[in-house]
Nanobody
Framework: QVQLVESGGGLVQPGGSLRLSCAASGSILSIKAMGWFRQAPGKQRELVAV???????NYADSVKGRFIISRDNAKNTMYLQMNSLKPLDTAVYYCNADSWMGEDYWGKGTLVTVSS
């Protein structure tokens, strides 16, 4: 089992920055990849960015050049640095972890609101 806890959400003005964190605990060595998803009101959950155990990253086209996903293995924590935020980035952001056994874990989410 893996437990995921997100933090760092909040209200930010357009053009501003926020850094989200996802602290992982439990069977850390079972994690194959971790990622950030988001769900805006009335919309489906969508992938934002993913980072594999080997450090490879991939981003949704809508956030390329603005968001950076990273991780600190010593702290068992994944981050999402979000820059040049837009109102369309407003959503609940969820941390996800996939295990080598095919298990899927989710955090409870953190709300990001981009508004003036």
């Amino acid at each position: 089992q893996v437990q995921l806890v997100e933090s760092g959400g909040g209200l930010v003005q357009p053009g501003g920055s926020l850094r989200l964190s996802c602290a992982a605990s439990g069977s850390i060595l079972s994690i194959k990849a971790m990622g950030w998803f988001r769900q805006a009101p009335g919309k489906q959950r969508e992938l934002v960015a993913v980072i594999t155990s080997g450090g490879s990253t991939n981003y949704a086209d809508s956030v390329k050049g603005r968001f950076i996903i990273s991780r600190d293995n010593a702290k068992n924590t994944m981050y999402l640095q979000m820059n040049s935020l837009k109102p369309l980035d407003t959503a609940v952001y969820y941390c996800n972890a996939d295990s080598w056994m095919g298990e899927d874990y989710w955090g409870k989410g953190t709300l990001v609101t981009v508004s003036s």
